[in-house]
């Protein structure tokens, strides 16, 4: 709940909206990411800023009509679907990854197993979830 406590101490929600988000969490076993956004207490861009910030990952505010679709192809469909990822720029052999969970365990080791299989290095931003549609 780290990225709910920082919204609380930077005042960006109240104290009631806090323990109403907290009830949801438990309640539901969604993402604080997800009730937040739902409730429509933060926008989408700044929640994802913070949470750059929380977790020191660039975060990057990405274009998905923007990117070449060789470029989408290097992860596969159900891998950025399942762990809410996909590439957005290759230089070489490096690849900038967007993750909407960069913290998720399983999420890593997929893109290290698909970094491995395709033979490419990457670097991970954090991304939107509205950015990954």
Request: net charge negative; proline share 5%; hydrophobic share 40%.
């Given at each position: ?18 323990k109403e988000i ?12 997800e009730v937040i ?25 990405i274009k998905p ?69």
């Amino acid at each position: 709940m780290k990225l709910l406590n920082e919204l609380l101490s930077q005042g960006l929600i109240s104290e009631e909206s806090g323990k109403e988000i907290e009830r949801e969490l438990k309640k539901s076993g969604r993402t604080e990411e997800e009730v937040i956004l739902e409730k429509k207490l933060v926008a989408e861009n700044s929640l994802f800023e913070l949470k750059g910030r929380i977790l020191s990952f660039p975060f990057r505010d990405i274009k998905p009509d923007q990117i070449p679709s060789d470029i989408l192809e290097l992860v596969p469909e159900e891998a950025s679907v399942n762990y809410k990822m996909a590439p957005f720029a290759k230089f070489e052999n490096f690849v900038e990854i967007g993750m909407v969970y960069p913290e998720d365990i399983a999420a890593q080791n997929a893109l290290r197993f698909l970094a491995n299989q395709e033979k490419f290095r990457y670097r991970v931003y954090l991304i939107t979830p509205g950015s990954l549609e």
